[in-house]
């Protein structure tokens, strides 16, 4: 059974930074497509950002130039640096790991999920 826990998510003010990171146990996340995505308050899962094995690190239009993904394959995790932040980014940010298929902003199309981490963000 693969279980994958997020971290690092606060309250933080407008403009400020934060960085969550995602581990796995038992798979590689450097051998599989895996992202980011995040539930603000009353709406639906949206997808952040993703590291794929052909294309790198992409992007969601709202957090380009804000948000950075990267792997640290010595320790095995998925972190999501995000800076100037704003109240928009405000929810529940979930890792989703093992792509299936399809592109990388869909939900469904991701195997293991963590229990998502908490941020939110003031004006």
């Known amino acids: 059974q693969v279980e994958v826990v997020e971290s690092g998510g606060d309250s933080v003010q407008a403009g400020g930074s934060l960085r969550l990171s995602c581990t796995a146990s038992t798979i590689s996340m450097s051998g599989f497509d895996v992202a980011w995505f995040r539930q603000p308050p009353g709406k639906q899962l949206e997808g952040v950002a993703a590291?794929?094995?052909?294309?790198?690190?992409v992007y969601a239009d709202s957090v380009k130039g804000r948000f950075t993904i990267s792997k640290d394959t010595s320790k095995n995790t998925l972190d999501l640096q995000m800076d100037n932040l704003n109240p928009g980014d405000t929810g529940v940010y979930y890792c989703?790991?093992?792509?299936?298929?399809?592109?990388?902003?869909?939900?469904?199309?991701?195997?293991?999920w963590g229990q998502g981490t908490q941020v939110v963000v003031s004006s």
């Open positions: 989703a790991t093992v792509k299936k298929s399809g592109n990388w902003f869909t939900a469904v199309n991701y195997v293991y």
């Open positions: 590291f794929l094995s052909d294309e790198g690190a």
